[in-house]
């Protein structure tokens, strides 16, 4: 057999498939998400009067938690055997659960302080449960339905597309929406009505997925849930440059968006250019997601070669921004949107990534590991938040950085934003780069077209 894509007579990717499989995790429940990314902080600490010290423990707390039952969940959805499927099931409860917490999230009750604090980290570490709850057979699903290369990466342009509107209208629309709810129902706050309405939404789309789907290429097993098959998917060593692959681009790309607003307010002494550098972002990403990524697609044909072209271009245009972003503000936004173009569709890309190595440890063990390796990756994303989170602080710490000195922070600071800003995204870049040189997926590429082929042909 030829080493080409895998082609099947009839789309298994139907257009109902399609619109619920993107709408579910990325629709709704993605802006439910985005809400509280953004929002969440200024509400604990300015409407539930917690004290900062509080909240930084309860989220130090839910994170460790939330990156710890990854691979739990993944496990337990690997061995979940139903005449539903495998991956199927979850999806009726987690919206369910995802409605209820999220809303909770939003109230402040009138409880003392500590209790108030004990409140809000049990319904915090509730919301993020369900979002593991929904997010590991989310990814697991689309390689147990769809065995063409070219319809997944669709369905996934297609998802990623809504992924950027979502996080578009919750960065920039969440203040109106919550007036308009405040203004309508006539209360104090509007975001527990606008939960439970996305809340609401996110069931008929994950519900709809449940409907439209059916898992076809899975390998049936008996097992109960066990531990041992997260050590058994970590014990295949050819799978680590992946892993190291999936860490390293998830703690590169947080520290280059997470020390954006410090670069332009300290490094280049402009603080006036905030808004129109995130307008930017949020132009070029959009453009990026939508009309560059299929082209790169079809130009390069699989998900690695596409990641390569992103590394090296983006690996260049840091560099010339790590020298000479500082000279030309002009020269920094056109620099800036061209890495936005090449870097926003590496999300999408480690999705491509995550599914190639579902269909490497099928072939390669001949058992379904589709939800513990989502975890693992889940796993690394969440490492590598927390990294960020608390590496800038660090580095800034370190580096003498001196709060709210704008055009008085020392050399060292500015070295360290500028550094941990372009400088280790192109370091981790290199590495990237050396390990996809053994991502298994490609070495053996052929073998498993020819596994992927015998399986549509059994159908």
Not at 146 to 170: C, M, P, Q, W
Not at 326 to 339: E, R
Request: a positive charge; proline letters at 5%.
């Amino acid at each position: 057999m030829s080493n080409k894509p895998l082609q099947t007579t009839k789309k298994e990717a139907t257009p109902a498939f399609t619109f619920f499989y993107a709408t579910s995790a990325y629709g709704p429940a993605a802006i439910m998400a985005a809400v509280a990314a953004t929002f969440i902080s200024p509400f604990m600490t300015d409407t539930m009067l917690l004290p900062a010290a509080s909240c930084s423990v309860i989220m130090f707390i839910s994170s460790l938690w939330d990156a710890v039952n990854d691979p739990m969940m993944g496990v337990i959805a690997d061995r979940t055997n139903t005449k539903w499927g495998r991956y199927r099931p979850w999806l009726i409860p987690a919206p369910v659960l995802l409605t209820i917490f999220s809303t909770l999230m939003w109230v402040n009750p009138n409880l003392p302080t500590m209790a108030k604090a004990v409140f809000f980290l049990i319904v915090y570490m509730g919301f993020g449960m369900t979002r593991t709850m929904y997010t590991m057979p989310h990814v697991a699903l689309l390689p147990a339905c769809v065995k063409s290369d070219s319809e997944r990466n669709h369905v996934i342009h297609f998802g990623a597309i809504l992924n950027t509107a979502a996080f578009s209208i919750a960065s920039s629309f969440t203040p109106q929406m919550k007036a308009f709810f405040e203004n309508v129902f006539r209360i104090d706050n509007g975001y527990v009505p606008m939960m439970l309405v996305f809340g609401l939404m996110s069931c008929v789309t994950f519900w709809g997925l449940f409907r439209t789907s059916e898992e076809k290429y899975v390998v049936q097993s008996e097992e109960k849930a066990n531990a041992k098959d997260i050590f058994r998917v970590l014990g295949e060593k050819e799978l680590w440059p992946l892993l190291i692959v999936w860490l390293t681009f998830f703690i590169g790309y947080g520290l280059n968006f997470g020390t954006a607003v410090y670069y332009l307010m300290y490094y280049l002494e402009n603080p006036g250019l905030i808004t129109p550098f995130f307008l930017m972002l949020t132009v070029t990403g959009f453009i990026a997601i939508t009309f560059l990524f299929p082209l790169m697609l079809k130009i390069f044909r699989t998900g690695q070669r596409v990641y390569i072209f992103t590394l090296i271009v983006s690996g260049i245009l840091y560099l010339l921004l790590f020298f000479f972003g500082k000279y030309n503000v002009m020269l920094m936004l056109v620099l800036s949107g061209l890495v936005n173009l090449v870097t926003t569709p590496q999300l999408a890309l480690m999705s491509i990534l995550t599914i190639d190595a579902i269909d490497f440890m099928q072939w390669k063990t001949r058992r379904s590991s589709n939800g513990v390796i989502a975890s693992i990756k889940g796993f690394a994303e969440k490492c590598g938040t927390t990294v960020v989170n608390t590496g800038i602080l660090a580095i800034l710490a370190v580096s003498g950085y001196i709060p709210n000195a704008i055009g008085q922070e020392p050399a060292s600071a500015l070295f360290a934003i500028n550094a941990t800003r372009f400088g280790i995204p192109v370091i981790f870049a290199v590495i990237q780069l050396i390990c996809l040189k053994k991502n298994p997926a490609e070495v053996h590429r052929k073998e498993i077209e020819e596994m992927k082929a015998q399986e549509a042909a059994g159908e």
